[in-house]
């Protein structure tokens, strides 16, 4: 069984920045994709980010693109996400998930190809 554990949530100005963690838990499979997600109040669940395990690729939404970076440890069992430069819009409940036995990652539009997901850290950014 995968369990995902979501840390690092906080409250902070904007233009600051935050480090979300995420531990994966299991039996560890080199061909999955881990990804960042969120979910504003009344918004539909969006991509933020995508990193594939096995080989370090990544890919961002358009609205972080070069204010965040997804990135993993050496051990491969812990995923980031650095956010820096904050904009209020970045305020969500942040979830990371991960897809199983790919050879790379769905699109960021595609939630549900998403298997397990971590419990949520909420990201607040006052203006």
């Known amino acids: 069984q995968v369990r995902l554990v979501e840390s690092g949530g906080g409250s902070v100005q904007a233009g600051g920045s935050l480090r979300l963690s995420c531990a994966f838990f299991?039996?560890?499979?080199?061909?999955?994709?881990m990804g960042w997600f969120r979910q504003a109040p009344g918004k539909e669940r969006e991509g933020v980010a995508t990193l594939y395990v096995g080989t370090g690729s990544t890919s961002y939404a358009d609205s972080v693109q070069g204010r965040f970076t997804i990135s993993q440890d050496n051990a491969k069992t812990t995923l980031y996400l650095q956010m820096n430069s904050l904009k209020p819009e970045d305020a969500a409940t942040y979830y990371c998930?991960?897809?199983?036995?790919?050879?790379?990652?769905?699109?960021?539009?595609?939630?549900?190809?998403?298997?397990?997901w971590g419990q949520g850290t909420q990201v607040t950014v006052s203006s």
């Open positions: 299991g039996y560890f499979y080199s061909n999955r994709c």
């Open positions: 998930a991960t897809r199983l036995g790919r050879m790379n990652c769905p699109p960021l539009s595609s939630t549900a190809d998403f298997n397990y």
